[in-house]
Nanobody, 118 residues
Framework: QVQLVESGGGLVPPGGSLRLSCAAS????????MSWYRQAPGKEREWVAR????????NYADSTKGRFTISRDNAKNTVYLQMNSLKPEDTAVYYC???????????WGQGTQVTVSS
């Protein structure tokens, strides 16, 4: 069973930066597409970014494009989300998700809180 553990969240002022990490257990990490989602208080969970298993294709939500960068290190079983030029509206719990499209399998981490405030 794969476990995902996010880290790197915290309190940052507007315009600041954070890098989130999501570490996965198990040996099949390189076969998973990885995504980041976020959920703000009182709102539905929204997709933020996605990277394919080998990192060859990356997509971003319009709200994060140009400010956030998703990357992965398959040797470390870790996916990252570099967040720059943070805004108060980026405040949310950020979750990573692993998925295999061919099987429909997916797994979620427990989330890490990001708060953008002065």
């Amino acid at each position: 069973q794969v476990q995902l553990v996010e880290s790197g969240g915290g309190l940052v002022p507007p315009g600041g930066s954070l890098r989130l990490s999501c570490a996965a257990s198990g040996r099949a990490f390189s076969s998973y597409a990885m995504s980041w989602y976020r959920q703000a208080p009182g709102k539905e969970r929204e997709w933020v970014a996605r990277i394919t298993s080998a990192g060859g294709r990356i997509n971003y939500a319009d709200s994060t494009k140009g400010r956030f960068t998703i990357s992965r290190d398959n040797a470390k079983n870790t996916v990252y989300l570099q967040m720059n030029s943070l805004k108060p509206e980026d405040t949310a719990v950020y979750y990573c998700k692993a998925a295999q499209a061919i099987t429909g399998w997916e797994a979620w981490g427990q989330g890490t809180q990001v708060t953008v405030s002065s």
